[in-house]
């Protein structure tokens, strides 16, 4: 635990050093600086995961832009350590994160992420400028990624390549037949490759960011789901316990945030006034839970009484 928490504050610490570089160089222009990621919602491995920071800079977009976000970036990740090296940085103004002009770089699931979870670290808060992204954009920029980072397909054409002939890209898929070559790519490669598409089936079913541990149990919760245990023990950070099992609440009953526990329930299918403002309140939220029609599962949730 000791060493969790000290792995958290290293992370914490290339996001800070990150925002403060990106104000210097942008001034005036950075309307904000967000945590993304793990960092913002939680389950941050030092082993696995990446630093990721949201910036939203201020219309109109400039050339220099692109080249400013790089350099910044190149020059934080020379930091030294690990954590350095992995920040992943998302940005954009609030006319391209609404859709009206191109340009950033800032993906639907991450700007969904920005959306649902993401952290104010300077600047003022900018979310009411960034579109929420639809199921069919989402379920389109889930495929394109494991194309992209699954399978070895990098760009446009080795994507469109990896469609049109599947054996051109199949490293992701020689990894999972052998268990002794996906081990031997470490620890970071391991999960991503197990989880990722657990996180996918749960964007794909509720339209919510799938965190590693909302999205495990999720998956878990279905009968007979293939490889539980591996996909628990990813989740758990080695641990091969399940996450704890959901209870029902009573009919009347409908959810509200409460950030004094993390044991994950269900409740009964609300009225759609009562979902929305359950989700609005704060946290994960509600969302269909597949597992048992005409509910919903609910994260980080208590339940009262209407």
Same mark, same amino acid.
């Given at each position: ?6 792995? $958290? ?8 050093? =990150?925002?403060?570089?990106?104000? =210097?160089?942008?001034? !005036? ?9 793990? /960092? ?7 082993? *696995? ?24 970036? +190149? ?6 350590? @690990? ?12 006319? $391209? ?14 700007? &969904? ?15 009411? !400028? ?6 069919? +954009?989402?379920? *389109?920029?889930?495929? +394109?990624? @494991? /194309?992209?980072? &699954? ?22 898929? +020689? ?7 996906? *081990? ?5 490669? &391991?999960?991503?490759?197990? &989880? ?44 091969? %316990? ?13 959810? $509200?945030?409460?950030?004094? $526990?993390?044991?994950? %329930? ?9 979902? %929305?403002?359950?989700?609005? =309140? ?25």
């Amino acid at each position: 635990m000791r060493d969790q928490q000290a792995g $958290t504050d290293q992370g914490e610490a290339v996001l800070a050093q =990150a925002v403060a570089a990106y104000q =210097a160089a942008l001034g !005036s222009r950075l309307v904000a600086g967000y945590a993304l990621g793990s /960092l913002a919602h939680g389950g941050f491995s030092p082993l *696995v995961s990446d630093v990721d920071l949201g910036l939203i800079l201020q219309d109109p977009l400039r050339t220099k832009d692109r080249l400013t976000i790089r350099t910044v970036g +190149e020059g934080v990740r020379a930091g030294g350590s @690990a954590l350095h090296r992995r920040l992943s940085v998302f940005w954009g103004t609030p006319a $391209t994160l609404q859709g009206r002009a191109g340009g950033g770089r800032f993906p639907p699931l991450d700007r &969904l992420d920005l959306l649902e979870y993401g952290r104010l670290l300077a600047g003022r808060d900018a979310r009411d !400028s960034v579109a929420r992204p639809g199921q069919t +954009e989402l379920l *389109v920029a889930g495929a +394109e990624f @494991a /194309l992209g980072n &699954l399978s070895g397909a990098r760009n446009r054409s080795g994507r469109l390549r990896a469609l049109i002939r599947p054996g051109a890209h199949d490293d992701a898929l +020689e990894e999972i037949r052998s268990p002794a070559r996906l *081990v031997s790519r470490g620890p970071r490669r &391991l999960t991503k490759i197990v &989880l990722f598409p657990v996180r996918f089936l749960f964007t794909a079913a509720t339209g919510r960011v799938g965190t590693n541990a909302l999205a495990a149990e999720h998956y878990l919760a279905r009968p007979g789901a293939p490889a539980a245990e591996l996909v628990a023990a990813s989740s758990a950070g080695g641990s091969t %316990r399940r996450p704890p099992r959901r209870c029902w609440a009573p009919s009347s009953s409908r959810c $509200t945030p409460d950030t004094s $526990t993390t044991t994950s %329930r269900a409740c009964p299918q609300p009225t759609a006034p009562s979902w %929305r403002k359950a989700s609005a =309140a704060g946290g994960p939220g509600c969302w269909p839970d597949s597992a048992a029609p005409g509910r919903l599962a609910c994260a980080r949730l208590r339940f009262s009484q209407p």
